[in-house]
Structures are given as structure tokens and as C-alpha cells.
């Protein structure tokens, strides 16, 4: 596929289940990015990678947020016991390199019951 | 603090006219980079432009064109003879140098409705 895919697109979760979310950037992409986005908010920085490198985690709101990019390509962000704060839309995002526009997904929209 | 600022929280115009999306924003670098992003109903986050800090010059494509003005830090979007199509919330954001990851910050995003 040309752009990045993030699956499921949509997951409802009972409070304290795990859960984890997939994002396949583009071919090729050294960068890859999640953010948070709430609703009706701009998106927030939760953790950055380069290739299998996780280089800055300073926005994961919580040790319950767990992200991995073990060889460098999909990337997976894991939630642990679930709270309803953690409602949100992830949002992945990948980029060819330095200082080059991010490429988002369409997000995976979290629903905490 | 970087911060990212979008006053304008919603914006309706009747379709034809000309809006204006306005951001400002405030960083200790001297290099950053500056971003426009449009997220439609289906929530993808669209790229829209880049602007580096030293280059103020102006910017058109098609109907949409960019100001860019580093002595009021603010980078502002004019969408020229709006349509329907437009609708959407658009969204501004800086990114730093020496953070190192050019990571984003974003403002809290403008909602525009274009009314046919």
C-alpha cells in the first residue's frame, strides 16, 4: 500500500482489558511516530522511533503504554489495563527522514467502557 | 515553551468567500519547521505544506495560499474562493530542531464549515 495503515480501526474495551494497536507505515520509512488525539484536540506526541530504535517515549502518559518497532517496519502500541482517559484516536504517523513532513494514518479510535 | 496557538476554534463562511485560518506559534529555536494539516470527517491528517524558519517568502498553490511572518510568529492559511469540499479542521504545527526526533506540536486545530 502506498500510505500508512493502522488496524483495528475502531476498538471498544472493557476498563482494565489490554490492548494493542498496529501500524504498518510506508515502505521504506525510518521515522514513525504515534501521537494521541482527544476529541475535539490537536494530536500529542506519545512516543518516536527510528527504525527499531525507540528514541523518545516523553509523551507516554503512563508505564501502562508500552510501544515496539521490533524490526524497524510495523510498529505496535500496547495499553495495559485500560482506563477510560485512554479514550482516544491514536494516530501513527512515518516519515522518510529528517526534518520531511510526517504521513498519518487514519488512526484507531479507543473506546474505554 | 513551544507552544502552537489557533484562537479560532470553529470558522463558517458561505462558499465563494475567502477565509483565513490563523496560528501563531513561540519557540526558543532559531531552526524549526512550520505545518499545515487538514483532517477531513474521516479523520486522516492530510499535509498541506512544510515552511522552514528562514525562508518568510509566501506561499500559493491553487486556491490555497500561506503567510508566514517570524516577526509575530505567526504562519497563517488563506483558502481563496472556499467550497463545500473544504470543510474540515485544519491544523498548525511546529516542529523543533533540538528535540532531535522533529516531532510535532500541534495547535488545537480550526474547524471550518463551508456553507453552500
Known amino acids: 500500500g502506498a500510505g500508512v495503515s493502522q488496524s483495528p480501526r475502531y476498538k471498544v474495551a472493557k476498563r482494565g482489558q489490554d490492548v494493542a494497536l498496529r501500524c504498518d507505515p510506508i515502505?521504506?520509512?525510518?521515522?514513525l511516530f504515534w501521537y494521541q488525539q482527544a476529541l475535539g484536540q490537536g494530536p500529542e506526541f506519545l512516543t518516536y522511533?527510528?527504525?527499531?530504535?525507540?528514541?523518545?517515549k516523553s509523551g507516554l502518559p503512563s508505564d501502562r503504554f508500552f510501544a515496539e518497532r521490533p524490526e524497524g517496519s510495523v510498529s505496535t502500541l500496547k495499553i495495559q489495563r485500560t482506563q477510560q482517559e485512554d479514550s482516544a484516536v491514536y494516530l501513527c504517523?512515518?516519515?522518510?527522514?529528517?526534518?520531511?513532513?510526517?504521513?498519518f494514518g487514519p488512526g484507531t479510535r479507543l473506546t474505554v467502557l | 515553551a513551544q507552544k502552537v496557538t489557533q484562537a479560532q476554534t470553529e470558522i463558517s463562511v458561505v462558499e465563494k468567500e475567502d477565509v483565513t485560518l490563523d496560528c501563531v506559534y513561540e519557540?526558543?529555536?532559531?531552526?524549526?519547521?512550520l505545518f499545515w494539516y487538514k483532517q477531513p470527517p474521516s479523520g486522516e491528517l492530510v499535509f498541506l505544506i512544510r515552511?522552514?524558519?528562514?525562508?518568510?517568502q509566501n506561499e500559493i498553490s491553487g486556491r490555497y495560499s500561506w503567510n508566514f511572518q517570524k516577526s509575530t510568529s505567526s504562519f497563517n492559511f488563506t483558502i481563496t474562493a472556499s467550497q463545500v469540499v473544504d470543510s474540515a479542521v485544519y491544523f498548525c504545527?511546529?516542529?523543533?530542531?533540538?528535540?532531535?526526533?522533529?516531532?510535532?506540536?500541534f495547535g488545537t486545530g480550526t474547524r471550518l464549515k463551508v456553507l453552500a
Open positions: 504517523a512515518s516519515r522518510a527522514g529528517g526534518y520531511n513532513e510526517q504521513f
Open positions: 515502505s521504506g520509512h525510518v521515522s
Open positions: 522511533f527510528q527504525n527499531e530504535a525507540q528514541l523518545d
Open positions: 519557540t526558543r529555536d532559531t531552526t524549526y519547521y
Open positions: 515552511r522552514n524558519s528562514f525562508d518568510e
Open positions: 504545527a511546529l516542529s523543533e530542531t533540538t528535540s532531535g526526533t522533529y516531532k510535532y506540536i
